[in-house]
């Protein structure tokens, strides 16, 4: 179902981007130039791959390696290197179209505001520095469109090559590697009274004291943060006492045993170990515990845009649709009739029970957004023109399902490189390309 695909992922090419200097913002020249007669070094399928474009990115290369390695490979091997790059490239541009693959305006404008704020550059700066190259920003805008498009396939195809069965789900919880994995985060503020190693009897007692009266300070409501810098020998002191998330495997055996079964807020009572009197607070705790998660089952009907129907016509027919909603018409028939989530037009467009981040971001901001048994306005997502009903919520324990999902996540993206690589060699052998020497 289109609506259900996860959410977009930064694209390598901006990744690219914030990393290098203002001077070589962009990777290869955009800008249309005065070239003459352009020779095709490679033909893709139904697509080309211009002289202009090879060298233009190998350029772009050798700027960025050289101010990174002191030595390079030949530059004929650095070519064959960018052309298959390219090549590549348009493989997969070609397999987008072919799904169907859009990247919105906004999200372009987002990366572009990236790129300016890693590189410190208003709009304007940004234009002029892209003149001094000989680039335009219309180019930048095409070249981190096609990239946002290629990341988007990749992460698409990609994903839905990777299955994982419940048997290795349930292999990886049993494991000591996924046990550590699916365990809960600690946030964790720490105050110390330290103790000497020589310390005599008296010493120790002070510290013990001291410990006692700050955690009953504590319990009364005193600010942990404040206490810890006034009175905590840690080094995390002039920090509140802030030492970070950690799992209860990476403390401490006596910090685990102390903060287990801890809930949020609360501090421990003061213990002692070699160093002196510890006092631990929860500040914050993910994953472990009942994990209420509030689920929503919708329904809604979608429009796409398309060369015959543009925005206005999609939203007007949604308000046209709305209307015969709420005047008392059925919105599975109606959904039926006119939806074009194929996902879901069968069933009425019924989405069944959601999630938070199962969907889009404009499609959950509609969800938490419309009050119980109401309809939507129209509004637009990545995928078309929507309007929806909320059917029901409710709160559900998803401790265990969330844990699964945890599990799941991470062995897939510790088979994603080798599956992406294995996609990569079967798209370029069934490819038609052909390489003109000179």
């Not at 998660?293 to 308000?319: C, F, G, V």
Request: hydrophobic share 40%; glycine share 6%.
């Amino acid at each position: 179902m289109q609506i259900r695909l996860t959410k977009k992922y930064c694209s390598l090419f901006i990744t690219a981007l914030l990393l290098v200097a203002p001077q070589v913002i962009v990777p290869q020249a955009m800008a249309a130039k005065s070239v003459g007669l352009d020779r095709v070094v490679a033909i893709v399928d139904e697509d080309v791959v211009l002289e202009s474009e090879l060298n233009d990115r190998l350029q772009a290369v050798l700027s960025r390696l050289k101010g990174q390695y002191s030595q390079l490979p030949e530059e004929d091997v650095l070519r064959k290197q960018v052309l298959e790059q390219l090549i590549v490239e348009r493989i997969e541009l070609g397999l987008a179209k072919r799904y169907e693959i859009k990247v919105e305006e906004d999200e372009v404008d987002q990366a572009i505001d990236r790129i300016r704020e890693k590189n410190k550059m208003t709009k304007e700066e940004l234009a002029v520095d892209l003149r001094r190259q000989g680039l335009s920003l219309a180019g930048l805008r095409t070249q981190i469109r096609n990239e946002l498009t290629i990341n988007h396939l990749q992460q698409g195809v990609v994903s839905s090559r990777i299955k994982v069965s419940p048997q290795e789900i349930d292999n990886f919880l049993a494991s000591s590697d996924g046990k550590f994995a699916t365990s809960p985060d600690y946030h964790i503020g720490h105050i110390l009274i330290a103790v000497p190693g020589s310390a005599d009897a008296d010493t120790i007692a002070a510290a013990e004291k001291k410990a006692k009266d700050i955690h009953q300070k504590l319990q009364a409501g005193a600010d942990f943060a404040q206490m810890a810098i006034a009175n905590s020998n840690d080094q995390a002191a002039l920090q509140g006492g802030d030492i970070g998330w950690r799992k209860l495997a990476q403390l401490p055996e006596l910090f685990g045993n102390q903060l287990a079964g801890l809930k949020t807020g609360d501090v421990t009572a003061p213990f002692r170990s070699g160093a002196g009197f510890h006092i631990l607070k929860n500040i914050e705790q993910r994953g472990g515990g009942q994990q209420l998660i509030e689920q929503t089952h919708a329904r809604h009907i979608l429009i796409k845009t398309s060369e015959i129907m543009d925005d206005n016509q999609a939203r007007e027919k949604l308000l046209v649709l709305k209307d015969k909603i709420e005047k008392g018409e059925d919105f599975a028939k109606l959904a039926k009739q006119n939806s074009e989530d194929t996902g879901s037009v069968l069933s009425g467009g019924d989405l069944g029970w959601s999630t938070p981040g199962m969907f889009v971001a404009a499609f959950e901001e509609a969800l938490a957004n419309t009050p119980l048994g109401k309809i939507s306005r129209p509004f637009k997502s990545q995928f078309g023109w929507h309007i929806l009903q909320v059917l029901e919520r409710r709160k559900e324990d998803m401790s265990e399902q969330m844990k699964r999902n945890q599990a799941q996540n991470v062995i897939r993206s510790r088979r994603f490189d080798e599956e992406f690589q294995l996609w990569l060699t079967q798209i370029r052998e069934e490819a038609f390309v052909e390489i003109k020497q000179k």
